[in-house]
T-cell receptor, first 113, second 113 residues
Framework: ETAVFQTPNYHVTQVGNEVSFNCKQTLGHDTMYWYKQDSKKLLKIMFSYNNKQLIVNETVPRRFSPQSSDKAHLNLRIKSVEPEDSAVYLC????????????FGPGTRLTVL | AQSVTQPDARVTVSEGASLQLRCKYSYFGTPYLFWYVQYPRQGLQLLLKYYPGDPVVQGVNGFEAEFSKSNSSFHLRKASVHWSDWAVYFCADASSGSWQLIFGSGTQLTVMP
């Protein structure tokens, strides 16, 4: 099956802990993304990575960092979670930069207690 | 700055009725526009996309959208809504050709029996 896969589906943790979310795409795409979706369903781009260049949204706190082993994987690490990090994190991929549509994974729901 | 506006946060229609969800974009160059749907507890799925050409584009599940340069709009339509269309709908703009896909704030569609 060709798609974008994310693990885990859900994660509950306490303030100050470190968490890591995995994303893998089997679509053969060159570019991957991480989005944060808040409780009002608003989508905010966090990172974009195409195996050559990482672009970070300047509003993303430094405790967030992407980690990539190859162009099919882009994980997200949060070093010390805060309550405001509670959200759904969506991973996406696209065949190219620019105008192509993006394909999304099912998301990871993070709850910070 | 480039932006996408979905003026209706919530729309309620009866099953079998027609539907229009509104989207306005602000980019003044060549438009590349998308509609995505997000079903409960799932990621985003592409409904349809507009690349420069025919202003009316057909998508999946009976959805279509019409691009209007004069109105800076890309409204989504469906002739007869089904209960399974209950979801959040996002309009998105890739017109800048940059790494960012600009999303609107979403429209929650509720389908009444």
């Amino acid at each position: 099956e060709t798609a974008v896969f994310q693990t885990p589906n859900y994660h509950v943790t306490q303030v100050g802990n470190e968490v890591s979310f995995n994303c893998k795409q089997t679509l053969g795409h060159d570019t991957m993304y991480w989005y944060k979706q808040d409780s009002k369903k608003l989508l905010k781009i966090m990172f974009s990575y195409n195996n050559k260049q990482l672009i970070v949204n300047e509003t993303v706190p430094r405790r967030f960092s992407p980690q990539s082993s190859d162009k099919a994987h882009l994980n997200l690490r949060i070093k010390s979670v805060e309550p405001e990090d509670s959200a759904v994190y969506l991973c996406a991929s696209s065949p190219d930069w620019g105008y192509a549509e993006q394909f999304f994974g099912p998301g990871t729901r993070l709850t910070v207690l | 700055a480039q932006s996408v506006t979905q003026p209706d946060a919530r729309v309620t229609v009866s099953e079998g009725a027609s539907l229009q969800l509104r989207c306005k974009y602000s980019y003044f160059g060549t438009p590349y526009l998308f509609w995505y749907v997000q079903y409960p507890r799932q990621g985003l799925q592409l409904l349809l996309k507009y690349y420069p050409g025919d202003p009316v584009v057909q998508g999946v599940n009976g959805f279509e959208a019409e691009f209007s340069k004069s109105n800076s709009s890309f409204h989504l339509r469906k002739a007869s809504v089904h209960w399974s269309d209950w979801a959040v709908y996002f309009c998105a703009d890739a017109s800048s050709g940059s790494w960012q896909l600009i999303f609107g704030s979403g429209t929650q569609l509720t389908v009444m029996p």
